[in-house]
């Protein structure tokens, strides 16, 4: 891989990856639901907290690496973004996944991987995880995953992505704390979160649109 991605650049893309798949119907992204997705509570690891600039920096190193870009939707005017990551991989859906989920929440076991991929992809069973763990080993131009030691405690090994470079394969890290399945309403609070955040933008676009100032920009121009 001719480009190495830093901890905000890995969640951007992660989180591109994600969007395109569980709500197409939003994608593209503007900047501002990128930041919110980064920020997510839910199916992240670690949470994040970061601001504008973080963010959009980091969606322009990516721009930079090609694999972000700057799409123009008929009659938008709030600039989107997306992922072209099948640029210069040909990655199955369930490769994708995979990706997405070390991305979004770090190394896992293929158990957990099998849990949480969701609405990203169906995987029958755990052993079928660890065959597209091996293929993402094996691909060319990869690999683009490495299996790190078993820790104490731990009944299974966990993998990692190299999207962020080399990984020491025997790197003791703390295991993370077990965590449930995100139950259904944890799922919708998520796409209800994101539909509010697509009708926000869609509101002050109409506002833009009529000239009408946002509540916020109106309270200040009264204070002045």
């Known amino acids: ?44 690891d670690p949470e ?28 938008g005017r709030t600039p989107k973004y997306a992922h072209q990551v099948e640029k210069f991989f040909t990655f199955t859906p369930q490769e994708f996944a995979i990706l997405c989920l070390l991305l979004l929440r770090g190394p896992q076991t293929p158990g957990e991987m099998r849990t949480r991929a969701g609405r990203l992809c169906e995987f029958v069973s755990p052993s079928e995880v660890e ?7 094996a691909r060319p131009g990869g690999p683009f995953v490495i299996k790190l030691a078993r820790q104490p405690g731990q009944s299974a090994s966990r993998f990692a992505h190299l999207l962020s470079g080399p990984v020491d394969a025997g790197q003791s890290v703390a295991a993370p704390a077990t965590q449930p399945a995100p139950a259904p309403d944890n ?15 869609e509101l002050n676009q109409l506002k833009q649109q009529l000239g009408i100032a946002p509540a916020d920009d109106a309270k200040e121009n009264a204070s002045v």
Do not use: W
């Open 187 to 201: 799922d919708r609070m998520v796409v209800l979160e994101n539909e509010v955040a697509a009708l926000r933008e």
């Open 131 to 137: 065959t597209v763990l091996q293929e993402l080993v």
């Open 48 to 75: 994040m907290h970061l601001d504008e600039p973080a963010v959009e920096k980091a969606v322009d190193s990516l721009r930079l690496k090609n694999l972000v870009y700057l799409s123009h939707t008929a009659g």
């Open 1 to 44: 891989m001719d480009f190495v991605l830093d901890l905000i650049e890995a969640r951007v893309l992660g989180c591109l990856i994600e969007k395109e798949r569980t709500t197409p119907e939003y994608y593209p992204l503007t900047l501002n639901a990128v930041i919110a997705a980064c920020n997510q509570k839910s199916n992240r």
